[in-house]
């Protein structure tokens, strides 16, 4: 009672209802939707990607620039890379799951190239990445979180919440 499955991303986003809404506090708010978010997000941070090879794409990328070399000058199956391959098979290795490795040097963006330069310096895995973009995700709850505190009128925040959270009115 007085809960209704709300459309939001995924349409999986279980919230208040606008009449509930303003009985909760702001901060109850944010804490709901963060938690709601985290548990969402556990089996894929918990697990290899299955849903697309990107990140294997952004490791390799970081690999590449880890050993001084641009990842715009050669596709990954370049004999001048041979030296960075892992051979491997599994969740755990790298080039074998890179996307077009044959046809395709790197399409992401230089500011994108440079996080995954920092990630391959640091931790250059599969779960490096994804603990790196786990950190931009808090990284974004905390400026939404700054964004929000001078918003007084918990209905308000609220609805602003709603549209980063993905509850419905």
């Not at 905390?142 to 602003?160: F, P």
């Amino acid at each position: 009672p007085g809960r209704k499955l709300h459309r939001g991303y995924g349409n999986a986003a279980v919230g208040p209802n606008r009449e509930q809404c303003p009985r909760r506090t702001a901060r109850g708010v944010v804490v709901m939707v963060v938690l709601a978010a985290a548990v969402a997000q556990l089996p894929g941070i918990l697990e290899p990607p299955r849903t697309s090879n990107d990140a294997y794409r952004y490791v390799w990328d970081g690999r590449v620039q880890a050993a001084g070399i641009n990842p715009y000058a050669h596709l990954p199956a370049a004999p001048e890379l041979r030296a960075l391959r892992d051979e491997g098979t599994g969740a755990e290795a790298i080039y074998p799951n890179i996307n077009r490795a044959d046809f395709a040097p790197t399409i992401y963006p230089p500011a994108a190239q440079a996080i995954f330069a920092a990630v391959g310096l640091v931790w250059p895995t599969i779960w490096g990445m994804k603990a790196a973009m786990l950190l931009f995700d808090l990284l974004g709850i905390g400026a939404d979180e700054a964004q929000l505190a001078h918003v007084r009128d918990v209905e308000q925040h609220c609805r602003l919440a709603a549209l980063a959270g993905g509850l419905a009115n």
